[in-house]
C-alpha cells in the first residue's frame, strides 16, 4: 500500500483502528464497535431530574425533553415513553437549549467548588507535613 492511503486507511478505513465508544469511552478497535456499542447503549442511568431510568442511548434526546418533574416511583423504560407520547401531543417543552445551559452552569460550579476545596485541602495538607 502506498503510504500516502497508507495514512488514510489507518486514520478512517481500518478495521483494527482504535476508536471509543459514545457511551463509555472505552477504546477498541473499530470492527468491534456496532456490537460494542448495542450492549453499552442498552446500560441504563437514573435521571435524577425526574427520577427514571433511562436508556444511554436515549439520554440526549431524554434531557432535551425531560420536564424535571420528580417521580417518586421509578418507572420502566415502556412508562417512561408511554410518558414521553403523551407529552409530545400538545404539551409544552422545554427549549433543549435552556437545559444545556443550565446544566453548563451548574457542571462549571460544581467543578470550581470541587476545585477550591480540593486546593485548600491539598494546601492544609502540605502545611502539615511541612511542620513534621
Do not use: W
Not at 439520554?59 to 418507572?75: A, F, P
Not at 460550579?109 to 511541612?130: D, H, M, N, P
Amino acid at each position: 500500500m502506498e503510504r500516502e492511503i497508507l495514512a488514510h486507511h489507518r486514520g478512517e478505513n481500518c478495521p483494527q483502528r482504535i476508536v471509543t465508544c459514545e457511551f463509555c469511552e472505552f477504546p477498541l478497535p473499530a470492527i468491534d464497535l456496532a456490537e460494542h456499542q448495542e450492549v453499552c447503549g442498552n446500560r441504563t442511568e437514573l435521571c435524577h431530574l425526574c427520577n427514571k431510568y433511562i436508556r444511554l442511548r436515549e439520554r440526549y434526546n431524554h434531557e432535551s425533553r425531560c420536564n424535571g418533574i420528580l417521580d417518586n416511583t421509578v418507572g420502566s423504560s415502556r412508562d417512561e415513553r408511554a410518558a414521553e407520547r403523551e407529552r409530545d401531543q400538545g404539551a409544552p417543552r422545554r427549549q433543549p437549549q435552556d437545559f444545556s445551559r443550565k446544566r453548563l452552569i451548574f457542571t462549571i460550579a460544581i467543578t470550581g467548588i470541587a476545585v477550591l476545596l480540593g486546593s485548600l485541602f491539598l494546601q492544609r495538607k502540605t502545611e502539615s507535613s511541612q511542620m513534621h
